[in-house]
């Protein structure tokens, strides 16, 4: 059953108990920031199995407030407990006798917990989030079990979890990017701090080190979308409930761009162009908290209705912090539409390591030549940020060209 919440950079994810047993003492306050890897966070009473400790993952960043824990080296055998972020007590506990690494191991090896189950609560629920079968997949848990750093491991499309010697070295043997000054903001304003959230601090880092690292080129087309908006308004239903929408469109169009131009749908490794053989869309969505990009898995192979759908889903639980990380892991390539708030066109930064990420700007209406005459067309403005490094202005260009071909020509994405 659950025992806290964590909440990641993405979403908050509930962490359920490890093991069977009494939760004997919490060892981080709610709300707490910045916990150090290895931190014990709370202690189960297993009877006559004696206690188990949960451990943030070496593997994982655990950032909460306040208090302070002792940080022993987690232990080979610590259950898969997905922490992220900051922890938020949901049971009470009373005080008890902390375990050794060597006794903690010894206990989750041999939980029933563990024996019973080939997978862990959490990677099962990401597993089956991605459509992903975890029968015959040797886990790094005790006794073979398949943790939440297994799945990820399955899901990554990046080069960066499994980079070879090869890669490591040729990323280590480029110059560290210059320190750039820091300037003081004004302090004798009026003004007031905002805390940053755990997902506005790794959006700040990720997207500062994406503008250093990542040569961008950017182009831009500019599509007539009066057929799309015409097949829009004959097709809804006459309340439009659950009908596309343009969104909707233009994510279908893309991942069919991206399929006709695969050289576009790639990431930069360091040494290759890793280039995918499935479209997965990651898509912007704006939350309370900041921006998350949910990804459409095999985007190219699903139709308009399944594509929406997916939206809907993923952007609810997006903007409600139920995302899992199945549900916004990997991605290669992303959109990020900004029409709705009325902007004609943006110049996105990239989501490494990806090659591409696509701006959608607002339809509007403005004068057109059309047989030989002026007359008054809807128009929508779609701009590319490429990564140089992996792909070249023409590729880009071929990107472009085949998306505005589709939003010229619907019957294609709705068919």
């Known amino acids: 059953e659950p025992i806290a919440e964590v909440e990641t950079d993405k979403t908050t994810v509930e962490l359920e108990a490890p093991a069977g047993g009494v939760l004997a003492e919490i060892r981080i306050p709610a709300g707490a920031q910045t916990i150090a890897v290895g931190t014990v966070l709370a202690l189960v009473r297993g009877g006559a199995t004696g206690e188990t400790g949960t451990r943030a993952r070496p593997a994982e960043t655990v950032s909460g407030s306040g208090a302070g824990a002792s940080t022993p080296a987690p232990a080979s055998g610590a259950v898969d407990n997905g922490l992220t972020a900051p922890v938020r007590e949901t049971a009470p506990g009373a005080a008890a006798t902390a375990v050794s690494p060597g006794e903690a191991e010894q206990t989750v090896g041999t939980s029933p917990a563990t024996t019973d189950a ?67 903001p004004v302090s004798d304003l009026p003004h007031s701090d905002r805390p940053l959230t755990a997902m506005r601090r ?168 059309r047989d030989g005459a002026v007359a008054v067309g809807s128009t929508m403005t779609v701009t590319l940020s490429a990564d140089h490094r992996a792909i070249d202005g023409a590729t880009g260009a071929e990107l472009l060209r085949a998306l505005k071909a589709l939003l010229e020509d619907p019957q294609q994405v709705y068919g």
């Open 118 to 184: 080939p997978a862990s609560p959490l990677a099962r629920r990401m597993a089956e989030l991605a459509g992903l079968d975890l029968s015959g997949v040797a886990g790094s848990g005790a006794g073979g079990r398949v943790m939440k750093v297994d799945v990820e491991r399955l899901l990554r499309p990046s080069a960066e979890g499994d980079a070879g010697p090869a890669q490591a070295s040729a990323r280590a043997s480029e110059p560290p990017a210059p320190a750039l000054p820091t300037v003081a």
């Open 202 to 369: 790794v959006t700040a880092q990720r997207m500062a080190e994406a503008k250093r690292s990542a040569p961008h080129f950017y182009l831009e087309a500019e599509c007539a979308v009066d057929a799309l908006l015409a097949l829009r308004e004959t097709t809804s239903p006459a309340d439009g409930a659950g009908a596309p929408t343009l969104n909707d469109v233009v994510v279908r169009a893309a991942a069919l761009a991206l399929r006709e131009v695969p050289l576009a749908n790639s990431a930069w490794t360091g040494d290759a162009l890793r280039v995918y053989d499935r479209v997965d869309l990651a898509v912007a969505v704006t939350t309370p908290g900041g921006l998350v990009t949910p990804v459409i898995r095999a985007a190219d192979t699903k139709p308009l209705a399944a594509i929406a759908a997916d939206l809907r889903r993923l952007a609810a639980d997006a903007r409600a912090g139920r995302l899992q990380p199945a549900d916004y892991q990997g991605g290669t390539c992303t959109i990020s539409n900004l029409g709705m708030y009325g902007v004609s066109s943006l110049y996105a930064i990239l989501n490494p390591p990806q090659s591409c990420i696509l701006g959608v700007g607002a339809v509007t209406e403005r004068p057109v030549i």
